[in-house]
């Protein structure tokens, strides 16, 4: 299973706008519902119970939101970079600025987690997440993420 298998440009976002936590679910929500076809308010719903568990905010600036999803018909891997870092209650205490968000089926338990564990290697990269950090386009962090494909 490849990137270039769950995600693609439009599921990628430069400078997305969020003040708080709720804000950014909500803008990953309504983002993940026009790639998805799933309605904005159960992807916010899925996301924000998920994190009432505990944070995924994975340290370094980082989290990775997730959630399953009845009706969904494949694994779907969104980018978001946010325009400044946002308190997200993650596990280091640090603001974050990239969410790598993870919307898998229902039935899915085997490939939720090995996209889990992929996205999360991905994410503990130190340069990886300032080659994020500095890309001004979908298309940048896209080429980025499946590149580290190809390295791997």
């Known amino acids: 299973m490849d990137f270039a298998d769950l995600l693609g440009p439009d599921h990628i976002a430069c400078g997305l706008k969020a003040t708080s936590k709720k804000q950014a679910l909500q803008a990953v929500a309504d983002h993940a519902s026009s790639v998805s076809d799933l309605p904005a308010r159960d992807v916010f719903n899925a996301l924000l119970e998920r994190e009432r568990l505990g944070s995924t905010g994975v340290g370094g600036g980082a989290a990775i939101p997730h959630g399953k999803f009845e009706g969904l018909d494949r694994l779907h891997v969104l980018i978001m970079q946010l325009e ?9 205490h640090e603001p974050v600025d990239l969410l790598a968000v993870l919307l ?16 999360s290697r991905l994410l503990r990269d130190q340069r990886v997440r300032q080659a994020l950090r500095g890309c001004d386009s979908s298309d940048a962090i896209y080429a980025l993420v499946t590149a580290q494909d190809q390295a791997a």
């Open 104 to 119: 898998a089926p229902e039935a899915a338990a085997a490939e939720h987690l090995k996209a889990l564990a992929r996205v």
């Open 84 to 92: 400044t870092p946002i308190d997200f209650d993650a596990v280091d």
